[in-house]
């Protein structure tokens, strides 16, 4: 079982001269008490080609101290870590390497690094002697993994050992709470000449001492986002033709770049998305999944909107199978709302009417929906089937198949995608409001609801073209979005209704609650399809289309 802590901490260079100043009286300290010393030794593992240093993760086992065992630390908010631990073991756990598959795709985790730490650890306490921070000298001993130990060898050039010495300043307990505590600390160690380190991580600067970084900061980011390790190669700008003359390159992905400047950007960040909720969704972190799956929907929208950009022979089997990644992590975020939107009904339902165990009830079907729902999603991302997902969109952007319009102008194309996907919208709603009342509307609500989806995501992608009348059109096609999806919440909450009014009357319990709940239902639906044409009428005035076009 892994344990999650939130890291706060702040990283300062030291030398042999550095002599920490009394941090009693700043800020709620009020004594500081020596903790000790504690030998570390720490193993820490990435592919060969470093994809999880690149993307600030880092994953070690360490021995000694208070918290041995492995050590899996995830970005945060800045200046902010989630560690998740587990228990020590000779390789590294399933319950952690899990939670960066999506980083390592199929390479495999090595030893890269080896540290070796003195930690000289002092407590700051307030006046009730309760802990605020810790902080420690560290005496850092650093080593390529494999080779034999040189302990006080100092690192100089041609050598591939490196030694320092840093102190560590991390919140803990009610310092958690004190969030100028950190700036009163430093303060007080600039005082003395103490200053930020200059590298992140203790990995990170390992990696720099003992020569194993594998290419420039740079490059790294760039081949974790094309899905390969090393320097990335250099490709051919969008707008540039084969005389050699350079085009707008990525930093023109705005008004004055190429279409295929602008849908690349966009397909690179949803796919960085995905990949840094994976962790997430894995770990249930509240909103993660629907997040995860905006995300993937994006990324088809823009495979289907963009096709004078990508090729949609080269994409429509990758939409295919972002829409089944979508569909799976649909199960489990249409539980999150139907039942949000369950318990907020029966909650403003009067006790008087609120006949037989309804809430006991209703709690057993949630409950039950969610262990499949989750069992599901779990499933999903280990699978074989995802992975290939994964490495595809890698592939994809490293060698994108962009077509004759991802050279032209970015404004010109971004206006007519997402003008061609307005049609679309006006077209289904029009047959929604002309559909008689019942089943064939409420599908026709529905095919109408996802049209508005995929016109509000083009004009999303367009924004960095088209600017501010983007932003706006995609604000208003919004509006009609969440009207229709209210009415196809109301849809799937009927449906829910009565198979749990049938699960109550077989029990004997009577379903008059639910009968009221699914009648409620029904006027909600209604009132959203009376809404609609002053709702569409708005989104649709002519002045927000002409503005669109550059």
């Given at each position: 079982?892994?344990?999650?802590?939130?890291?706060?901490?702040?990283?300062?260079?030291?030398?042999?001269?550095?002599?920490?100043?009394?941090?009693?009286?700043?800020?709620?300290?009020?004594?500081?008490?020596?903790?000790?010393?504690?030998?570390l030794d720490a193993l820490y593992y990435d592919t060969p080609d470093q994809r999880l240093t690149a993307a600030g993760i880092t994953l070690r086992r360490r021995t000694g101290g208070r918290d041995a065992g492995w050590h899996l630390k995830l970005p945060a908010r800045p200046g902010e870590r989630e560690e998740i631990r587990a228990l020590l073991s000779d390789v590294p756990p399933?319950?952690?390497?899990?939670?960066?598959?999506?980083?390592?795709?199929?390479?495999?985790?090595?030893?890269?690094?080896?540290?070796?730490?003195?930690?000289?650890?002092?407590?700051?306490?307030?006046?009730?002697?309760?802990?605020?921070?810790?902080?420690?000298?560290?005496?850092?001993?650093?080593?390529?993994?494999?080779?034999?130990?040189?302990?006080?060898?100092?690192?100089?050039?041609?050598?591939?050992?490196?030694?320092?010495?840093?102190?560590?300043?991390?919140?803990?307990?009610?310092?958690?709470?004190?969030?100028?505590?950190?700036?009163?600390?430093?303060?007080?160690?600039?005082?003395?000449?103490?200053?930020?380190?200059?590298?992140?991580?203790?990995?990170?600067?390992?990696?720099?001492?003992?020569?194993?970084?594998?290419?420039?900061?740079?490059?790294?980011?760039?081949?974790?986002?094309?899905?390969?390790?090393?320097?990335?190669?250099?490709?051919?700008?969008?707008?540039?033709?084969?005389?050699?003359?350079?085009?707008?390159?990525?930093?023109?992905?705005?008004?004055?770049?190429?279409?295929?400047?602008?849908?690349l950007e966009y397909v690179r960040e949803q796919l960085r998305v995905i990949v840094e909720l994976d962790p997430a969704v894995r770990r249930d972190v509240p909103d993660s999944v629907h997040r995860m799956r905006v995300a993937t929907r994006r990324l088809r929208s823009a495979f289907r909107s963009y096709t004078k950009v990508l090729d949609r022979g080269v994409t429509a089997p990758?939409?295919?199978?972002?829409?089944?990644?979508?569909?799976?992590?649909?199960?489990?975020?249409?539980?999150?709302?139907?039942?949000?939107?369950?318990?907020?009904?029966?909650?403003?339902?009067?006790?008087?009417?609120?006949?037989?165990?309804?809430?006991?009830?209703?709690?057993?079907?949630?409950?039950?929906?969610?262990?499949?729902?989750?069992?599901?999603?779990?499933?999903?991302?280990?699978?074989?089937?995802?992975?290939?997902?994964?490495?595809?969109?890698?592939?994809?952007?490293?060698?994108?198949?962009?077509?004759?319009?991802?050279?032209?102008?970015?404004?010109?194309?971004?206006?007519?995608?997402?003008?061609?996907?307005?049609?679309?919208?006006?077209?289904?709603?029009?047959?929604?409001?002309?559909?008689?009342?019942?089943?064939?509307?409420?599908?026709?609500?529905?095919?109408?609801?996802?049209?508005?989806?995929?016109?509000?995501?083009?004009?999303?992608?367009?924004?960095?073209?088209?600017?501010?009348?983007?932003?706006?059109?995609?604000?208003?096609?919004?509006?009609?979005?969440?009207?229709?999806?209210?009415?196809?919440?109301?849809?799937?909450?009927?449906?829910?209704?009565?198979?749990?009014?049938?699960?109550?009357?077989?029990?004997?319990?009577?379903?008059?609650?639910?009968?009221?709940?699914?009648?409620?239902?029904?006027?909600?639906?209604?009132?959203?399809?009376?809404?609609?044409?002053?709702?569409?009428?708005?989104?649709?005035?002519?002045?927000?289309?002409?503005?669109?076009?550059?």
């Open positions: 079982m892994a344990d999650t802590v939130r890291e706060i901490e702040r990283k300062y260079e030291a030398d042999s001269t550095t002599r920490l100043p009394d941090l009693a009286g700043i800020d709620r300290v009020a004594t500081v008490v020596e903790q000790g010393v504690e030998d399933p319950e952690l390497t899990s939670l960066v598959r999506a980083r390592v795709l199929d390479r495999d985790l090595v030893p890269v690094v080896r540290l070796r730490t003195r930690r000289t650890v002092r407590e700051l306490r307030d006046a009730a002697g309760a802990p605020l921070a810790e902080v420690a000298v560290d005496e850092v001993w650093a080593w390529p993994a494999g080779e034999a130990e040189k302990p006080g060898a100092a690192g100089v050039a041609g050598r591939t050992e490196a030694r320092w010495r840093e102190i560590e300043v991390e919140l803990t307990g009610g310092g958690e709470r004190a969030p100028g505590l950190l700036d009163e600390v430093e303060r007080a160690l600039a005082a003395v000449g103490v200053h930020p380190a200059a590298a992140p991580s203790k990995l990170a600067r390992a990696l720099e001492e003992t020569g194993l970084r594998s290419a420039r900061p740079e490059d790294r980011t760039a081949a974790v986002a094309s899905g390969k390790g090393g320097a990335a190669p250099r490709r051919k700008n969008f707008g540039e033709k084969e005389s050699g003359k350079k085009g707008s390159g990525r930093k023109g992905a705005g008004k004055k770049g190429t279409a295929g400047d602008l849908v990758v939409g295919g199978e972002l829409k089944w990644l979508a569909a799976e992590l649909g199960v489990e975020r249409d539980r999150e709302v139907l039942t949000e939107r369950l318990v907020t009904a029966v909650a403003d339902v009067p006790r008087t009417l609120r006949l037989g165990p309804v809430d006991a009830r209703l709690r057993i079907w949630s409950e039950r929906h969610r262990a499949e729902s989750r069992d599901r999603v779990l499933a999903t991302l280990d699978g074989d089937r995802y992975l290939a997902l994964l490495k595809t969109l890698h592939a994809l952007l490293e060698d994108p198949p962009l077509r004759p319009g991802a050279g032209r102008p970015a404004p010109e194309i971004a206006a007519r995608a997402v003008l061609k996907d307005y049609r679309r919208l006006a077209r289904r709603v029009r047959t929604a409001l002309d559909a008689p009342a019942g089943q064939d509307r409420d599908v026709a609500l529905h095919r109408a609801r996802k049209a508005a989806k995929r016109t509000r995501y083009a004009a999303e992608a367009a924004r960095p073209a088209l600017g501010r009348p983007a932003k706006k059109f995609a604000k208003r096609v919004k509006r009609v979005q969440q009207l229709l999806g209210d009415h196809q919440d109301s849809v799937v909450a009927r449906g829910a209704l009565r198979e749990l009014a049938t699960q109550a009357q077989q029990a004997g319990e009577g379903g008059f609650t639910f009968g009221l709940l699914y009648g409620r239902e029904e006027a909600r639906a209604a009132d959203r399809e009376r809404e609609l044409p002053r709702v569409w009428r708005k989104a649709s005035r002519r002045k927000y289309r002409a503005a669109l076009r550059p």
